[in-house]
């Protein structure tokens, strides 16, 4: 399973040597932000957190059979993810 390390492209030690206090990058802090707001607009969509975390395991044919937790790793995975997740918001199958 993809954890939040892996998807930042930094190791579990460093995560876990940060302070309270302390600061990531720039870029690590803006991806940060970015797959939690991807997360909040699933929650809101799929209203379950049981239920998301389904849909983001599960290979996705609107993503090319791809699943949507491994494309959060990247800037325009979590894109495609956000699209994915916008037409399912308008009622398009996926």
């Known amino acids: 399973m993809v954890d939040l ?14 302070g309270n206090n302390d600061l990531l990058d720039g ?14 607009r ?4 799929f209203e379950d ?11 996705n044919r609107a993503l090319k059979g791809k699943i949507p937790l491994e494309l959060l790793k990247y800037p325009t995975g979590i894109r495609l993810v956000n699209q994915v997740m916008l037409r399912i918001e308008e009622g398009i199958h996926t």
Not at 5 to 18: A, E, F, H, I
């Open 5 to 18: 390390s892996d998807m930042l492209n930094v190791s579990y030690k460093t995560l876990s040597r940060k």
């Open 49 to 59: 957190k049981e239920k998301l975390k389904r849909w983001l395991r599960k290979p």
């Open 27 to 40: 870029w690590i802090s803006s991806h940060s932000i970015e797959i939690a707001q991807t997360l909040a």
């Open 42 to 45: 699933g929650l809101a969509l």
